[in-house]
């Protein structure tokens, strides 16, 4: 039997050819590998992949998932500023994935012109785009980011690397230390600061930055971790379960000014998200591990909610 599959991964292509057994030859940039007498498993070809255990512990992927609705004007730099080559370098091959909520702009062809793999997902909700493109990878390690333009798709090695390197599950990013202007209302910062303010005290989630949606973890998070919400929640619900469950850690980034309209509403928003906390301290999983508090302990430990006209850029 022939059988013969080629596959990009940015990069790095894979030929895979088999007679009585397979030899593999994968071509990057800088390595040519030989490899003989290596058997795949019809198990090995999840999600139509053809990777065998073997080449996964040689050259690990990355998947960077980046929802979109009506990004036109972000989408196009976002996908150009992925470090595609810096990865490859360090060893990596990179897939592109954007879920994109049924724009009517002109978000996917853009996306799809720069090479992204297009997910359209029509059920609404940004936690929901996420858990499709989750579903929807293959890499060792993903990383989330917002297709505005936002985002500094360049520190995306430096935060994989520091990942692994400190051996963590997942590591979080913090805008607020290196705003620039534009970046972020002061109602959203302040809405930033109940959110972040909400998590210390009831769920003892040291975070600076709660509502940030840039991430790296290992796709093994995803056993551990599960997260229901489909909203905007998601990206707090996914934090507080992480940092409950395995080992994490926050780092700060840069964040500018969006391109495009801003879809977020302060009010509405923050409303559902402190909405969305409260069910997961009625949920019985998440109240065993999180102490109760109760409204008469913010008094007591001196808890001051920070109001807008106190609020700077850092």
């Excluded at 030989?34 to 999600?47: F, K, P, W």
């Excluded at 512990?57 to 009506?70: D, F, T, Y």
């Excluded at 090479?115 to 579903?135: D, H, L, M, N």
């Excluded at 993903?142 to 985002?151: K, P």
Aim: positive net charge; proline residues 4%; aromatic residues 8%.
């Amino acid at each position: 039997m022939l059988l013969t599959r080629l596959r990009k991964f940015n990069t790095l292509f894979l030929f895979l050819s088999e007679v009585d057994n397979i030899s593999l030859v994968a071509w990057s940039t800088n390595t040519v590998l030989l490899l003989d007498n290596v058997t795949v498993d019809s198990s090995q070809q999840a999600q139509g992949n053809l990777i065998p255990n073997f080449f996964r512990s040689i050259v690990k992927a990355v998947s960077v998932i980046i929802p979109a609705m009506n990004e036109a004007e972000g989408i196009g730099c976002t996908l150009e500023a992925l470090p595609i080559v810096e990865l490859s370098k360090l060893g990596y091959s990179t897939e592109v994935l954007v879920v994109d909520g049924c724009s009517t702009d002109n978000t996917l062809e853009i996306a799809r012109s720069k090479g992204a793999k297009i997910i359209v997902e029509p059920r609404r909700g940004y936690g929901r785009a996420y858990k499709t493109g989750f579903q929807n990878s293959v890499g060792d390690y993903i990383v989330t980011m917002d297709a505005d333009g936002s985002y500094p798709a360049q520190q995306i090695p430096q935060l994989l690397d520091y990942l692994v390197k400190s051996d963590l599950d997942l590591v979080t990013t913090c805008r607020l230390n290196n705003l620039q202007p534009g970046a972020m209302s002061v109602s959203h910062r302040f809405g930033n600061e109940i959110l972040n303010l909400f998590s210390r005290v009831f769920f003892r989630l040291n975070l600076r930055d709660t509502q940030s949606g840039m991430w790296v973890f290992k796709r093994s998070l995803l056993e551990t971790v599960g997260v229901r919400s489909d909203s905007m929640a998601f990206s707090q619900e996914f934090k507080i379960r992480s940092f409950q469950k395995a080992s994490c850690q926050e780092l700060p980034i840069s964040y500018i000014a969006r391109k495009g309209k801003q879809k977020i509403n302060t009010f509405r928003d923050g409303y559902s998200n402190l909405k969305s906390m409260c069910g997961l301290l009625r949920n019985k999983e998440t109240r065993a591990l999180v102490p109760a508090l109760g409204a008469q302990q913010l008094l007591a430990h001196n808890v001051a909610i920070p109001q807008p006209n106190v609020l700077q850029k850092t």
